[in-house]
């Protein structure tokens, strides 16, 4: 942790906070896209698409999961999601499910979350949308291990879905009707760097370097 807070207080030291660039930053924001993903500290968005500050707006949970619009009351994904179009005017959003995804290989694996019961009740939103993958016939189906073929499967398909709650907000499907929005599924290899990208047939690329 020192480390840490020892860069984070040299920070002044090492960037330009007077140059025109950050200047502009006090002014307001106009970031690029909405990137939508894990919470896994292995997976750093600004890393992944070498963004300057003020480039990307972020929303990362467990999972990068999208609740339903409907009946949940207050969530900081809706409000995020709805100031990022609705003030900022973002114009493209990017969903990324990474390898090795702990939230995802629990739901694979049907790991017992009794004794972390928020992180139970957040996953089962994804259930959904994955059930064919995490039948007991498929787990036999693919085997391997916890980064075998079944996982990267469920990442991918999770992605896919929470691709499709999006379009369930009101907000987001009048911007894909009128053209003012683009959605996006990418699928991140933490320990390659490789990135898949979801294409109009519904498959992911192969990996892209």
């Known amino acids: ?54 480039e990307i707006f972020e ?15 207050a969530s900081g994904e809706a409000a995020t999601l709805e100031y990022a179009l609705r003030v900022l005017d973002v114009q493209d959003v990017i969903v990324c499910g990474h390898s090795h995804c702990g939230a995802m290989g629990a739901l ?5 979350l009794s ?7 957040w996953l089962e939103l994804a259930r959904p949308g994955l059930a064919p993958l995490l039948s007991p016939d498929a787990a036999n189906g693919h085997g391997g291990g916890a980064e075998g073929p079944l ?24 911007r894909v009707e009128a053209g003012r929005l683009r959605l996006h599924g990418w699928y991140y290899e933490v320990d390659t760097g490789r990135l898949g990208e979801l294409g109009a047939d519904g498959l992911f690329s192969e990996h892209l370097s």
Request: proline share 8%.
């Open 151 to 174: 996982l990267r499967e469920v990442v991918q398909r999770n992605v896919v879905h929470q691709l499709s709650v999006l379009r369930q907000y009101p907000v987001v499907r009048e």
């Open 108 to 112: 694979r694996a049907g790991t017992d």
């Open 59 to 73: 929303l990362r949970n467990a999972g990068n999961i999208v609740p339903p619009p409907a009946g949940r009351g």
């Open 115 to 121: 004794d972390l019961p928020g992180v139970g009740a």
């Open 1 to 54: 942790m020192q480390a840490l807070l020892d860069r984070a207080r040299s920070l002044r030291q090492r960037v330009d906070f007077e140059s025109a660039e950050y200047r502009k930053l006090a002014e307001g924001q106009s970031p690029e896209a909405l990137f939508i993903t894990c919470s896994d500290s292995r997976v750093i968005p600004a890393f992944i698409m070498q963004a300057r500050p003020g």
